[in-house]
T-cell receptor, first 113, second 113 residues
Framework: DAGITQSPRHKVTETGTPVTLRCHQT?????MYWYRQDPGHGLRLIHY???????DKGEVSDGYSVSRSKTEDFLLTLESATSSQTSVYFC????????????FGPGTRLTVL | DQQVKQNSPSLSVQEGRISILNCDYTNSMFDYFLWYKKYPAEGPTFLIS?????DKNEDGRFTVFLNKSAKHLSLHIVPSQPGDSAVYFC????????????FGEGTQLTVNP
């Protein structure tokens, strides 16, 4: 199994509060991704990173920001959480850009009340 | 605009029989396809992939077929086992999308003993 951890694994928060989710990898993979999984939508890409300090938006990036100051850590921040951001969040990593598979972390279940 | 679609939310089969999971895509720029399996409370795990230059790829009990003209791929599991019960996601990557994957909605497979 790829060495990917996510913290926290579960979080309940209130609307309007900031939330930061952390993804940590021990594989030294260059590419890291944040997805959300919702019923009927599968997995949708929020943001991704192709190196330290290099990030880009995915298909559902509104309301989210990311940072990557070290190869091993990729942070996802909800500046002001909304109920529509209640979801399961997955981090993934991949070694190379083309033909390589992505390996996923265990997920964070976030509930925004 | 759902570019990757799994039209069957669920599939139930008997142990020992064949499971066939289907996936359709609309973007002709997709050139690499993957299947992931997901158990409850875990992250998706990579199962099998296929490049658009092939029409079949086999790995043990798992075979993926690609029909480019129909923009359709399928995953065959033979024989099906109760441990195969999980949600299966198909995903696609485009020539111009770098390492980003587009996922389908998922199909819940249940294999009955």
């Amino acid at each position: 199994d790829a060495g990917i951890t996510q913290s926290p694994r579960h979080k309940v928060t209130e609307t309007g509060t900031p939330v930061t989710l952390r993804c940590h990898q021990t594989e030294n993979h260059r590419y890291m991704y944040w997805y959300r999984q919702d019923p009927g939508h599968g997995l949708r890409l929020i943001h991704y990173s192709y190196g330290v300090k290099d990030t880009d938006k995915g298909e559902v990036s509104d309301g989210y920001s990311v940072s990557r100051s070290k190869t091993e850590d990729f942070l996802l921040t909800l500046e002001s959480a909304t109920s529509s951001q209640t979801s399961v969040y997955f981090c993934a990593i991949s070694l190379a850009q083309n033909t390589d598979t992505q390996y996923f972390g265990p997920g964070t279940r976030l509930t925004v009340l | 605009d759902q570019q990757v679609k799994q039209n069957s939310p669920s599939l139930s089969v008997q142990e020992g029989r064949i499971s066939i999971l289907n996936c359709d895509y609309t973007n002709s720029m997709f050139d690499y396809f993957l299947w992931y399996k997901k158990y409850p409370a875990e992250g998706p795990t990579f199962l099998i992939s296929i490049s658009s230059i092939k029409d079949k790829n086999e790995d043990g009990r798992f075979t993926v077929f690609l029909n480019k003209s129909a923009k359709h791929l399928s995953l065959h599991i033979v024989p099906s086992q109760p441990g195969d019960s999980a949600v299966y996601f198909c995903a696609a990557r485009g020539r111009t999308s770098g390492s980003r994957l587009t996922f389908g909605e998922g199909t819940q497979l249940t294999v009955n003993p």
